[in-house]
């Protein structure tokens, strides 16, 4: 059974900082694309960064770039999200998504996927 539990999330000022966790379990997760979505209350949800296979080549978009940071570490089966710079817009219910050997990032192209952890960005 597949499991991918996210972290982190909460209450951070304009400009502060946050850094998610997603632990995945009963999967191989080498073998996978890992990413980062984000979806705002009225929003489709948006894909923010994605360590991509086999080689966990790193991608982010244009909005999260030069500030959020993915990483991930295959020994711990965990991957990251660094938020710096954090703006009112970042506010969102961000998730972890788990794609099997393909190097696919749109959303329907991954199978699992976590529960979601609200980052709010607010003074």
């Known amino acids: 059974q597949v499991q991918l539990v996210e972290s982190g999330g909460g209450l951070v000022q304009p400009g502060g900082s946050l850094r998610l966790s997603c632990a995945a379990s009963?999967?191989?997760?080498?073998?996978?694309?890992l990413a980062w979505f984000r979806q705002a209350p009225g929003k489709e949800r948006e894909f923010v960064a994605a360590?991509?296979?086999?080689?966990?080549?790193?991608v982010t978009s244009d909005s999260a770039k030069g500030r959020f940071t993915i990483s991930r570490d295959n020994a711990k089966n965990t991957v990251y999200l660094q938020m710096n710079s954090l703006k009112p817009e970042d506010t969102a219910v961000y998730y972890c998504?788990?794609?099997?050997?393909?190097?696919?990032?749109?959303?329907?192209?991954?199978?699992?996927w976590g529960q979601g952890t609200q980052v709010t960005v607010s003074s």
């Open positions: 998504a788990a794609n099997y050997g393909s190097a696919n990032v749109r959303p329907g192209a991954f199978e699992y």
């Open positions: 360590s991509i296979w086999p080689n966990g080549r790193t």
């Open positions: 009963g999967l191989t997760f080498r073998s996978y694309t």
